[in-house]
Each structure stands twice: as C-alpha cells, then as structure tokens.
C-alpha cells in the first residue's frame, strides 16, 4: 500500500474507537454507570454489565442485545 492508496482519517475512527472504549471501561470498572442513548431508546449499563462491550478492527463498537451485537457508533454516550 502507497501513500496515495491510503484514506485519509482511516486511522483516525480507530483512535475514536479506542479512547471511548477505554473509557467505558475504566468508568465501569470504577462502579460507575454508561448511558447509551438514542432518538428511541435509552440503554444504561452497570459494573455487572463489562463482558457485554466489543471493538471492531475499524474502531466500531458493539454492545450486546440479546444474540445480537447493536454498533453504537452514532449515538450519545453519557458517564454517571
């Protein structure tokens, strides 16, 4: 791959990805509660709930909903 083959910002989403996914984890880790909301519904998610986060290899995460993973990329996240 050459310098012109490469998109610009492609490494930036992983950076993204990498610091919010960090962070959900130290603040759960630390016995504190994530909110992820959207337009229609509203997901809070505790300590108990650690195992349920994945990252994609472009930087997209994933939570689990049932068998399903649902990718909150474009939705906000909010610390308590």
Known sequence: MNNSDMKPGRILKLQKGRKIFKAIFTHLKNDGTVLVC??????????????MFKMDKAGSIYYQSGKK?????????KFY
């Open 69 to 77: 993973w649902v990718c909150f990329d474009f939705t906000t996240i």
């Open 38 to 51: 959207t337009y229609t519904r509203a997901v809070k998610f505790q300590k108990k709930h650690i195992g």
